[in-house]
Every structure is written in C-alpha cells, then in structure tokens.
Nanobody, 126 residues
Framework: QVQLVESGGGLVQAGGSLRLSCPVS????????MGWFRQAPGKEREFVAA????????YYANSVKGRFTISRDNAKNTVYLQMNSLKPEDPAVYYC???????????????????WGQGTQVTVSS
C-alpha cells in the first residue's frame, strides 16, 4: 500500500504562486510514476503533470506548461507541484496520485493510477 497526503493549497490572487506537496509513505519502491490531477466542480478529473519516480522525466498538460513545475525529492519521498502565474481557470481540488506500473504514454490518464490522496483546494481570486 501507498499513502499520499497533499498539502499547500489555499487562496491566492491571479498571477500568484502556490507550491503543493505530497509526501509518499508505504511501499514507495513500487511506484513508477507520480501524477498531479485536478477537478473543478462539474468537470471531469484533469491531468496536470506527471513525473517518473526514478528517472525524473516530467510531463505537463498544455494548459499548465511553462507555469507549473513538478519535481520530486526521493530522499524525502515527496512530490511537489510549483504553480506560478495562476489563472482564474486553475481553481480546483488538486490530487496527488501514484502509479505502480509502467503506463507508457498513458501517464495522463487517471485510470492508470492506483493510489490517490484526499486532495487540496486551490482557489484563485481575480
């Protein structure tokens, strides 16, 4: 089992920044990919970013590319999402997720992920 607990959400003005954290505990050696997703009210869960746990390769949704950065600290077993230049369309509950298996190019699909955190709310004021 793997446990994920997101933190760092909150209220920020448009153009501001937030950093989300996701400490990972449990069978961390079984993780292949870590991802961040978000879900706004009435919308489907949406891919934000992903990172390969060992290799460090990262992937981004077009909507956040150049503004968000995913990173991981293997020594601390923690994944981060640095969010800069936040826009009015970014508010959502942000979820951290872990995938045990190699998903190839399907890192963007929430169906591939096996473990999820409880989510952290991000609100952007204009």
């Amino acid at each position: 089992q793997v446990q994920l607990v997101e933190s760092g959400g909150g209220l920020v003005q448009a153009g501001g920044s937030l950093r989300l954290s996701c400490p990972v505990s449990g069978r961390t050696f079984s993780i292949y990919t870590m991802g961040w997703f978000r879900q706004a009210p009435g919308k489907e869960r949406e891919f934000v970013a992903a990172i390969r746990w060992s290799a460090g390769s990262s992937y981004y949704a077009n909507s956040v590319k150049g503004r968000f950065t995913i990173s991981r600290d293997n020594a601390k077993n923690t994944v981060y999402l640095q969010m800069n230049s936040l826009k009015p369309e970014d508010p959502a509950v942000y979820y951290c997720a872990a995938d045990r298996d190699y998903s190839g190019s399907y890192y963007y699909s929430h169906y591939e992920y096996d473990y999820w955190g409880q989510g952290t709310q991000v609100t952007v004021s204009s």
